[in-house]
């Protein structure tokens, strides 16, 4: 029960709607969370595993049809069409809610109603901002404990200030011809109907702190991305914090977590956050951010101690994983992870790797970002911490330098809007297919690109200290395929030299595409890449570049009048000097 009325009017019209047995109003506490564990194990959608090895870890499997995001049923439901964009899946509201509607009828029959009342972000901070997810499912409840501020406290601001977002969530039958995840912005609700599995069921996670959330802040005046929060300490104890954004196979987790080499003896790295950032002006005139998770909800398969050995030290205990393989002693395993041999596949059949892998390739781990042995208690400050630079980055094997400065403001949200991944032949038959996700955040942006960039260009007028921008590539390879760059803990040379340009204590290559780093300037000491190469990850090819911003042009005005000029603006500039280099 709640004081807010809203609220209560709210979870009635579900109840008489979905026909639950029971109704529960989830607390957050220890002994609640242990019941559901109970129930779960008691029910089969928890499996426990060794708990001599991983004590408070549990296995969980999702149906075989139930294992990823599913974007292509995914709407984005405003008044007007153009709203959404041609980013997103449009549904006219009236539509999508009669549609839903008559999924969720008698839906929760013979289960509990579970109500989920959430915070995203300290429970403290101004800059976060609340929600309730109504669940059928006990698997989703306990996510939801690890990944945000769940449970009375919750519920309790709430009740202060009376606004939450609304998220209805049940998994249905799991047809997934029955499967639809629908956000309305203008309303601040999320309806998820027919997945049990991750960022469909999770509503706090991409629905909420993503789609609802960019949309939400468009309005509110401050930025919700698809970024890390990485805080860089130096030997003389000056922490700067970088937010960086990638898409999927870039390594975001990985830079979350870095462990700088041994050249880098008393520099420390701070994990603030590994998947989502929001940011807002401060009265000094910087950005401030928070991350508004509080666990990680990672992909398993290649994390290992030679990829992110901080990631798996912190998956000994209190653990969820979904859909991985089991050894012969009931420990979770996964490809990449080590050299034991599974016994069990993520669907519960004997391994064979013939018929396929261990753990489901998008497999996943839940875990309380505390038990991250980099977490920083700056990710439960109130008030954030300061933005020093905002980096985006894709992979792409030719033409893009190791890290470019962007000339302003304005030509770093151009770099942001224009950043991209190339595609391999194993992967889709075709090489270099290059493959636009501007701000990574093609499958989370809650509204028309056109307008999320023109709010990233008033940003000027709202802060006067803001970051700088910066564009990295770990991905560049050589004519013989090889990697020119060793990545992982070696990017910290990169984040020195971004944190310096920053300070002002190095200089730049000036070029028609952005400022690059003089080559002496990234240390190089013990580095295994000779300095050769180094200036080879430095070169602008104009001519290559100038295709490139064809390209980029090309991709700007399928968004029409909607696009902001300045955008096309400064492709001009970067076009007119890439010609005047020639």
Known sequence: MTSNQVLQQWVEEVSELTHPENIHWCSGSDEENQQLVDSMLASGDFIELNQETHPGCYLHRSDPNDVARVEQVTYICTSQRDDAGPNNNWMEPAGARAKMR?????????????????????????????????????YVVANMRMMTRMGSAALARIEREGTFVK???????????????????????????????????????????????????????????????VGVESPRGETHYIAAAFPSACGKTNLAMLIPPAQYDGW?????????????????????????????????????????PNALAMLNSNAIFTNVGVTADN????????????????????????????????????????QCPSYSDEA????????????????????????????????GVLLGASMASETTAAATGAVGVVRRDPMAMKPFCGYNFAD?????????????????????????????????????????????????????????NETPIGGLPLPADINSTDLDTDSATLEQLLEVDSAAWSAEVEQIREYLEQYGDRLPARMIAELDKVAAALSASA
């Open 102 to 138: 008559a999924l969720y009828a008698g839906c929760m029959r013979g289960r509990t109603m579970y109500i989920v009342p959430y915070c995203m972000g300290p429970i403290d901070s101004p800059l976060s901002r609340c929600g309730v997810e109504i669940t059928d499912s006990p």
């Open 167 to 229: 998220g209805l969530h049940s998994i249905g039958d799991l047809d997934p011809e029955r499967r639809f995840i629908m956000h309305f912005p203008e309303e601040l609700m999320i309806q998820s109907f027919g997945s049990g599995y991750g960022g469909n069921a999770l509503l706090g996670k991409k629905c909420h702190a993503l789609r609802i959330a960019s949309f939400q802040a468009r309005t509110e005046g401050w930025l919700a991305e698809h970024m890390l929060i």
């Open 268 to 308: 420390k790295i701070w994990t603030i956050g590994d998947d989502i950032c929001w940011m807002q002006p401060g009265e000094d005139g910087r950005l401030w951010a928070i991350n508004p998770e509080s666990g990680f909800f990672g992909v398993a398969p290649g994390t290992a101690a030679g990829t992110n």
């Open 331 to 370: 420990q979770p395993w996964w490809e990449g992870k080590d050299d034991e041999v599974p016994v069990t596949d993520w669907r519960g059949n004997p391994y064979d790797p013939e018929v396929g892998p261990a753990a489901q390739p998008n497999s996943r781990f839940t875990v309380p970002m505390k």
């Open 380 to 411: 439960e400050n109130p008030g954030g911490v300061p933005i020093s630079a905002i980096v985006f980055g894709g992979r792409r094997e030719r033409l893009v330098p190791l890290v470019m400065e962007s000339k302003s403001w304005q030509h």
């Open 452 to 508: 999320y960039w023109s709010h990233w260009l008033t940003f000027t007028n709202r802060a006067d200290n803001l970051p700088s921008i910066f564009h990295v590539n770990w991905f560049r390879k050589d004519q013989d395929g090889n990697f020119m760059w060793p990545g992982f803990g070696d990017n910290m040379r990169v984040l020195e030299w971004i944190i310096n340009r920053c300070k002002g204590e190095v200089g730049i």
